[in-house]
Structure formats: C-alpha cells, structure tokens
C-alpha cells in the first residue's frame, strides 16, 4: 500500500537475474555505481561522449531505448538538479484529498500540496466524468522541464509545447540508482531556482528525494516509445544485458 | 497500490477527518498504515465469507497476481451483487472509523 504501484498501467519492471547468486539483490545499486564512476562530480550539463556513454548503459539497463532527442529536439541539459513539486489540478474542481488512493498516500504525499495554477498544458482532462486512469498516471508522475530553454524552443513554440507534452522520461538518481518513468506535465522551474526539472511528491519519493531539502541531482532523458509501451511509475533494472 | 476495490470505497471523508487532527508524519504513517490494512482486511473478509474453498483459492491466486480483471470476473461469476456488498462493507467500516475519530478528537 505504500509504494505507488496501480493496476493495468505501471507494474515495474522486474529484476531478472540470469545467476541465482543475484537473486533479490538491488540491481539498481549496481547501476548507481557505475553511474557515479561515469558522471563527473560536477552537475553540469553532460558533453556528447558522455551523453552516448550514459545512454548506452540505460538503455541497456532498461531494457528500453532511451535518448537524447527526438524528432530533432533535445532539452537544453540532461544531468541537474530535480526539485519537488506540488500536485496538480487534474480537473475543474478537484482537491488535494481526492489524489490519495487511500490514506497511506494521503499521509505521504498530502503535505507536498497542489499548486495553485495549473500545468503548462492546462487540465489533465476537461471534467471529472472524463477523468482516466491514463490521466491521473499522468499527474501522480509528472515532471517539469525547462521546455523554454531547449535549443529552438522561440522559433517553434507552437511545435515543441505539442512536442513536450506528456512526453515520457526516464530519471534516474545516480547515487542510489533509483529510477522512474514520467511524463513532461509542466514547465519549469524558472532558472533563478537553482533547479533544473522538478518532479511530483510521487516522483521524488521513487527517487529517494521526498525527505529533507526535496532536491537532488538526476539524470533525465527522453524515452523513444512510440507504441507508448513503457508503463510509468517506478523502474528496475534488468540483469540480462 | 491500487486495490481491486478502489473504485468502490470513498476514503476522502476520512482523510478530510485526518487531515484536521495534529498528527506528526510519523503519527500519520502510522494511523493511515493501519486503516488501510483494516479495510483491506474487512473487504477480503467479506468476500472470502462468500465464496466455496475452491474459489477462495482462486481469488487469492488472481490477488497475489493483482489481476484485477479476473478477480472481478470470478466475483461476478460466484457473488451476487458483490460490487454492492464491498460497498456497503467499506461504508460500515469508514461510519465506525468516523466515530473513533470523533471520539479521540474529544479526549
């Protein structure tokens, strides 16, 4: 009951150890370490080797493909610094209380609060009637992107605000490994921050990042799923690569 | 995680009620721990109470798989009414919920 885990959308992709000697260990803590040997001490935005390097390894981590662009577009860094959000209205006249499944999410996710305005693409879905299960995967594991500091962005505004929305992610804590696929649900946060993406109360918690300052540094690409296959919610490693 | 019989139980009075006491977040965790796991169990015992042995033993395969699709199917199949019998069920418990509330709030 206590990690985010619904039904028919995001069941987390299990660990399959190829030995038995690895079964039931924390494969995403291996990927961690790697990772910190890879990535430099710096958070700053990554050079094309390293990009390519990284991918590399997640992509085969994963099982799935992940990248730096699509269709020619690419976010303006893909290593910062994530900080915690608020929820999100999800339709005219929902509240905070109604986002809790039951009351353990209530009581872990219910201090985070739900931001005054809405998303940068408006309401999740236009009535509560018209209200998805898709829809509310969407809120409960969204991120904001600085879409406006992506390379093109004041030439194509109309192209990549259709681009950008709901456009799923992989994000990844490099110290402990923990990772999750979410989906682009706002913009920002503004660059006098500090902070380079933010994720909802559920994302930070899946990262290990729910406690304390609710910031940390994460690495954040774009996923190439087409066919709109990869679940969200929480993600583990996979051993057979 | 959500349950099978999520759509069926209305849990935003009782955190509306939560949310109005001074509970720490360890208090929170802990009380909210336990009111899940109490209408989770209500609700399975409700439903265990009227089924055969042979279909409870299939129902907890279909809820160790979290397959909600063949757990409803098997339901309805073997219960009447028993999308109506988990609501009554969870209402009841949530009423009684209500009244400890009431009644700590008081001391």
Redesign the interface.
């Known amino acids: 009951m206590t990690v985010p885990n619904p039904i028919a959308l995001p069941i987390p992709q299990t660990i399959h150890a190829k030995d038995d000697i690895l079964v039931g260990f924390d494969e995403n803590a291996v990927l961690a370490k790697k990772l910190q040997e890879d990535l430099p001490e710096e958070v700053r935005p990554l050079n094309s080797a390293e990009e390519a390097n990284l991918l590399k390894t997640l992509s085969s981590n994963f099982g799935f493909e992940v990248t730096t662009v699509i269709e020619g577009i690419k976010l303006n860094r893909n290593f910062g610094i994530i900080g915690g959000e608020q929820h999100l209205y999800r339709y005219p006249r929902d509240n905070l209380y109604a986002h809790a499944e039951n009351t353990v999410d209530w009581a872990k996710y219910g201090s985070a609060g739900i931001a005054p305005g809405l998303g940068a693409w408006g309401y999740f879905s236009p009535s509560k009637q018209e209200f998805t299960d898709i829809d509310k995967m969407r809120e409960k594991y969204y991120l904001a992107i600085q879409t406006f500091l992506a390379p093109g962005f004041a030439e194509n505004v109309a192209k990549y605000r259709d681009f950008f929305k709901y456009r799923k992610m992989l994000v990844i804590n490099p110290k402990t490994g923990q990772a999750v696929v979410a989906v682009v649900g706002d913009a920002g946060p503004a660059e006098w921050t500090g902070k380079h993406l933010g994720g909802s109360p559920e994302v930070m918690d899946i990262l290990g990042l729910a406690g304390g300052p609710r910031k940390g540094p994460v690495l954040y690409f774009f996923i190439d799923d087409p066919d709109d296959k990869i679940p969200l919610g929480p993600v583990k490693v996979r051993s057979e690569s | ?4 019989y ?1 759509h069926l139980i209305e ?2 009075s ?3 009620e ?2 109005k006491m001074n509970l720490s ?1 360890a208090q ?2 802990h ?3 336990l ?3 109490s ?2 169990h209500t609700i399975l015992d409700a439903v265990l109470s009227q089924l055969e042995d042979s279909d409870k033993k299939v129902f907890l395969n279909h809820l160790r798989e ?1 397959d ?2 063949k757990i409803w199917q098997l339901l309805n199949e073997k219960i009447d009414n028993i999308e109506d019998k988990i609501k009554k069920t969870a209402d009841n418990l949530i009423k009684e919920m209500h009244k400890d509330m009431k009644k700590a709030k008081e001391k």
């Open positions: 995680m959500k349950q099978f999520a849990i935003e009782i955190v509306v939560l949310d977040d929170k965790l009380l909210t721990s009111i899940d796991s209408l989770h979290d909600h699709g």
